[in-house]
């Protein structure tokens, strides 16, 4: 598989940021992109990972998979944790807090967030396998991690105020990806903060603008 060649000038074309509408893991960098104000930089592209949209997308690189950047070096990256991290690095590392407590505090939201978004995704994936594939521990398991995480946040949430930064875009696209496909979650019960706090920051333009469509 052929990787893409570094055939661009630097600075010299807009990045392109692939995404599809209802990915949890576009809907990070979709964010940064956003609230950073990357976007006279950063173009972005629909191509929901379907067959017609593969060839585009295994042209460039190995995974087939969104969110995918290319760089105005004509780099193609994947992964929307190192996407969010370039893209943020490019906006002067405006979603990251200077003061290191704050900084480590939002590097750890981010991660218990990845956590939740990877569990609920995987929980997703093996309820599509057919009934009799389907290993219920996993699913017991991804259910009991999902509803700590919750619990995590919604303590997490005490100290969220309006502020926006990597962990905060984290958590509010694995929660909009919880709303979508496990409503019965009901992640809100006994979690008033988190449920304050999220309905607060929804009313932002770039969340409502990157929310999923169902
Ligand atoms: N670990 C990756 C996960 C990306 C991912 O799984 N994307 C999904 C959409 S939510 C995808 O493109 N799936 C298409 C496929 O697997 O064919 C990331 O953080 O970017």
Known sequence: MAIRSNSYSERSVTMKLYFSQNSPYARRPRLVLHEAGLQDEVEEEDLTPRAENDAVLFANGPGGKVPALITNTG???VESLLICRYLDDLSGNKLTPPQPEERDKAIQLEGTASV????????????RRDESH???????????IAMATYDALNEAAADFGDTINLGIITTISALG?????????????GRPLLADWYE???????????????
Do not use: C
Request: charged residues 30%; aromatic residues 12%.
């Open 75 to 77: 780099a193609f990256i």
């Open 116 to 127: 939740l978004m990877d569990t609920l995704y995987f929980r997703t994936h093996e309820g």
């Open 134 to 144: 389907q290993v219920s521990t996993v699913k017991e398991k991804d259910a009991k």
């Open 177 to 189: 990806y919880a709303d979508w496909r496990h409503p019965s979650d009901n992640w809100r019960d």
């Open 200 to 214: 607060r920051i929804s009313n932002r333009p770039a969340m409502k603008l990157t929310a999923p469509i169902y």
